[in-house]
């Protein structure tokens, strides 16, 4: 299977998603990540994006024209480089097959605690450099930075449980 990543109006990205499944790519979606915020005192539960702007498609055969990418109002550009036809590599391929195990969608995530270092039990974030740069207990989440086609990014994951190891 061959995975690309297209760059998109925000607003679009789930849309987009459906039309390329439809234009007959195996599976596309754009990742959403659970997080959790405090409202009036209690923690409240949403998805939102994992990476704004981001839709992930797989196809069984190597894409070589992209004309299924034509004609979608919203699509920007194909990520990666023209030498590789686009298709996600190393890292980011890894990376954008764990989030299609995932259905698109990060739930909750267990840490793990030793001393001062927290680590992520789920290696989702493993090969991109993933790692655990704060944690907020009282709202239940922890901010998470990696990399993905080369630059930095970060986000809060909502935790479902932090395991202490000595």
Request: proline share 2%; charged share 30%; glycine share 8%.
């Amino acid at each position: 299977m061959f995975a690309y990543c297209l760059f998109c109006q925000t607003q679009r990205c789930s849309r987009i998603a459906q039309l390329l499944e439809i234009k007959g790519l195996n599976r596309a979606f754009s990742p959403k990540i659970m997080q959790k915020q405090r409202v009036k005192g209690e923690n409240k539960t949403k998805y939102v994006d994992l990476l704004p702007g981001y839709v992930f498609a797989f196809t069984e055969e190597k894409l070589v024209d992209y004309s299924v990418f034509w004609g979608i109002d919203g699509v920007i550009r194909k990520v990666g480089c023209a030498d590789e036809w686009y298709e996600l590599q190393g890292a980011d391929r890894e990376f954008a097959f764990s989030l299609m195990e995932k259905g698109g969608v990060v739930g909750g995530m267990k840490i793990v605690k030793v001393g001062d270092q927290v680590t992520l039990e789920d290696p989702l974030f493993a090969n991109s450099q993933g790692k655990v740069t704060q944690v907020d207990y009282r709202k239940e989440r922890a901010r998470v930075d990696f990399v993905f086609r080369g630059n930095a990014c970060h986000t809060w994951v909502a935790l479902e449980d932090v395991k202490k190891k000595d």
